[in-house]
Structure formats: C-alpha cells, structure tokens
T-cell receptor, first 113, second 114 residues
Framework: DQQVKQNSPSLSVQEGRISILNCDYT??????FLWYKKYPAEGPTFLIS?????DKNEDGRFTVFLNKSAKHLSLHIVPSQPGDSAVYFC????????????FGGGTRLMVKP | KAGVTQTPRYLIKTRGQQVTLSCSPI?????VSWYQQTPGQGLQFLFE???????NKGNFPGRFSGRQFSNSRSEMNVSTLELGDSALYLC?????????????FGPGTRLTVL
C-alpha cells in the first residue's frame, strides 16, 4: 500500500511559467514533508520541507503548500527554468521515525525553453 | 566539505552471490540511512544507523543487513542475490536522526544481478 503517491509521472511546462507538482498521502501520522530533486546518476537533493504545523513554506522560487485535511501537498516553482528539469520526489516522515522517509514515486518535470 | 561517498558505483553480480556496498558519510555526520530505488517500487527505506546502532529497518527480508562502524562509515550486505535486487542503492548521511534539512544523499551504487 503506497502511503505517499505522486499521481503524475510527468509534467511539461514552458520556461517562465509556474510548475505545480502534487503529492497525496494516507498516513495521518506523517508530520514532516520534504521535496527532493534528482538528476540522473546523482542522489536526490533536498529542496524544501514543511512541518505539519504550517500550511506554507517558501524558499526563493520554491513554495510548498500543505493541506492536512485533504492529506495533500504541492510544490510550486515560479518561474520555472530549464535547469529545473529533473525528477521530483515528495517524502514524508512520522514523529520518532528518525530519518525514515516514505517517498512518492516521483514526477519528471520538463521545462521547455 | 566532501560529500557522501558510495563505493563501488557500479556492480554486476549473479544470482545466489552476496554483495557488500560501502558508504562514507560527510565528516561529522553520525546518522546513515540506506534506500533502494527501483523503477517499480520507487525509493524504499532499508535501514538507518546512528552511533553504530540500527534504529529503524524497512520492510525488507533478512537477506538485507547492514552495520555502522565507529567512524560512522556504513556497509550494507545482501546475501543470496535475486534478480529483483537489481536496483540503485542510495546512502544518505545527516548529523543526527531527523535532521532532514541537513541530510545529503550519495550518488548511489547501481547493482545489476544477472
């Protein structure tokens, strides 16, 4: 049973526009959420995170929104740049789970010049 | 500061063999986690070590084991390899468990089982 799901395997966006990547979860014990970016032949790179006590967190062009009642989070990238083209993973953790993260299946973002 | 190092980067084994993968964390990081990435199952947590103790283990058979040394370097071992063990094995290090914002992944070891 997938506890973290990214239902869109791919997304194509024009440079300069907004990219919105979505993630749904089922485990109500999750209290911390993260987004990672992954290029081929490299490990995932941490992008941005959000605690369950917040509903929004911003870092430059990246904003993560959390809707706890819907068990849904999204990553907004504005404006999108060609260098943002990568696979994006959302991940979730429950309290006292150490560094044990449950990952979604990933969404491949392609930003066209 | 050097990043997380994983060796070897690529490995080819045959069914039934065993394999040991190594992970050297960032200097000062004492927590090491291992993940398996496959096309079908995505990224799945294997185990986490802190101060030479396994703190968490994912839902993997006993053929998967690991350990951590006093210098925080970690190894994982897979015995009696199966075709389905072919995957990218990723190691991540952080100062402490739960310090996600300071957790960095290595480039992974690509294991192919023939």
């Amino acid at each position: 049973d997938q506890q973290v799901k990214q239902n869109s395997p791919s997304l194509s966006v024009q440079e300069g526009r907004i990219s919105i990547l979505n993630c749904d979860y089922t485990n109500s014990m999750f209290d911390y959420f993260l987004w990672y970016k992954k290029y081929p032949a490299e490990g995932p790179t941490f992008l941005i995170s959000i605690s369950s006590i917040k509903d929004k967190n911003e870092d430059g062009r990246f904003t993560v929104f959390l809707n706890k009642s819907a068990k849904h989070l999204s990553l907004h990238i504005v404006p999108s740049q060609p260098g943002d083209s990568a696979v994006y993973f959302c991940a979730a953790s429950a309290a006292n789970a150490g560094n044990m993260l449950t990952f979604g299946g990933g969404t491949r973002l392609m930003v066209k010049p | 500061k050097a990043g997380v190092t994983q060796t070897p980067r690529y490995l080819i084994k045959t069914r039934g063999q065993q394999v040991t993968l190594s992970c050297s964390p960032i200097s000062g990081h004492r927590s090491v986690s291992w993940y398996q990435q496959t096309p079908g199952q995505g990224l799945q947590f294997l185990f986490e070590y802190f101060s030479e103790t396994q703190r968490n283990k994912g839902n993997f058979p006993g053929r998967f084991s690991g350990r951590q040394f006093s210098n925080s370097r970690s190894e994982m071992n897979v015995s009696t390899l199966e075709l389905g063990d072919s995957a990218l094995y990723l190691c991540a290090s952080s100062p402490f468990p739960g310090s996600y914002n300071e957790q960095f992944f290595g480039p992974g070891t690509r294991l192919t089982v023939l």
